[in-house]
């Protein structure tokens, strides 16, 4: 397990670097770094001021290599529109990301993997084709629509929960919901898919000549089998959540990474944007090698890869 755990972390490592220079590059090569600080209306001389100012005349490997060493004694620039450090920037909008992906994760968990079992077990059937309706509809349905109605009802009709913020836990009820339903059709398909094909596997077959039924059958025997792709999918689903949360946390009015991300954007603030994208695309990377551990903790034959 440890020399696997070490292949994967090597592997990881190469793709953090990798993802390093593409989101440095792509920032500085689709903009002006100084452009965006002094403004579009700023005569080219104050734009060459600031540039010879911040460093921004250097050549691009030069800037690079300052950022990178800056990285790693975790120093993350300051920031040009707030003008604020940008670790203090995200140390301070982080934690409302966090706990609303974590809410919405597990409403993905509590919902898409029943609905895949109650399909799986209940294959070809009106029951299953229910469940697959549910998926459908909640792929179909745009999220800031859903967050639109969802605050109506339940917030302004009902007030059931408040309206926007993130200064308690009913704050994330809706958006966490929203958000989380979003990830249902993925994981709740993956589940049945594999339960069907696990369903039909010979080990299964003498589970049942056992005497195994039900639900015995089915957490006892099946779903540990059935869960090694959908581990994966939850990562990377995980990901999304932490980094795709611009639209809920807009029409939700909460203060997060999304909201940060959206607004440095709109400001040009380059310092800001190239952090979250780093971080952002590190949180995947991290998620994926977690991902592989618990997969090879679970079914031992990867661990001979």
């Known amino acids: 397990m440890l020399r696997y755990a070490m292949k994967r972390f090597v592997l990881a490592i190469a793709v953090a670097f990798t993802v390093s220079i593409g989101a440095f590059l792509a920032l500085h090569l689709a903009t002006d770094p100084a452009r965006a600080i002094a403004g579009e209306d700023a005569e080219a001389q104050v ?87 549910v998926a459908v509809s909640a792929q179909a349905i745009p999220s800031f629509w859903l967050g639109l109605v969802m605050i109506v009802v339940f917030a302004v009709e009902l007030h059931w929960f408040p309206v926007s913020g993130g200064g308690s836990w009913a704050h994330f009820v809706l958006p966490a ?14 589940t049945r898919a594999g339960l069907i094909e696990v369903y039909e596997s ?22 540990r089998n059935a869960l090694l792709p959908v581990v994966s999918v939850l990562a990377v689903q995980l990901g999304h ?7 809920i946390e807009s029409v939700f009015s909460m203060r997060g990474l999304g909201r940060l991300a959206l607004d440095s954007i709109l400001g040009g603030d380059i310092p800001t944007v190239q952090m979250l994208v780093f971080l952002f695309a590190l949180t995947f990377v991290f ?8 997969n090879a903790w679970i079914d031992p034959r990867l661990r001979l890869r």
Do not use: C
């Not at 010979?202 to 779903?223: H, P």
């Not at 998620?287 to 618990?294: A, G, K, P, Q």
């Open 47 to 133: 734009v060459q001021q600031i540039r010879v100012e911040y460093g921004l005349d250097r050549p691009l490997p030069a800037q690079y290599g300052e950022w990178l060493t800056d990285l790693a004694q975790g120093d993350f620039g300051d920031s040009y529109y707030w003008h604020q450090s940008v670790a203090h920037l995200i140390i301070e909008a982080a934690p409302t990301t966090l706990r609303l992906a974590g809410f919405a994760l597990l409403i993905t968990i509590l919902v898409s993997i029943p609905l895949g079992a109650l399909a799986a077990i209940n294959a070809n059937t009106w029951i299953d084709r229910a469940a697959l309706s």
């Open 177 to 190: 919901f929203v958000l989380g339903m979003r990830s249902v059709p993925a994981v709740m398909r993956l």
């Open 202 to 223: 010979d080990y299964i077959r003498t589970a049942r000549a056992k005497g195994f039924r039900g639900r015995k059958l089915l957490t006892g025997q099946a779903l």
């Open 241 to 247: 959540k932490l980094g795709g949360s611009i639209i």
């Open 287 to 294: 998620l994926t090698f977690l991902s592989d551990l618990i």
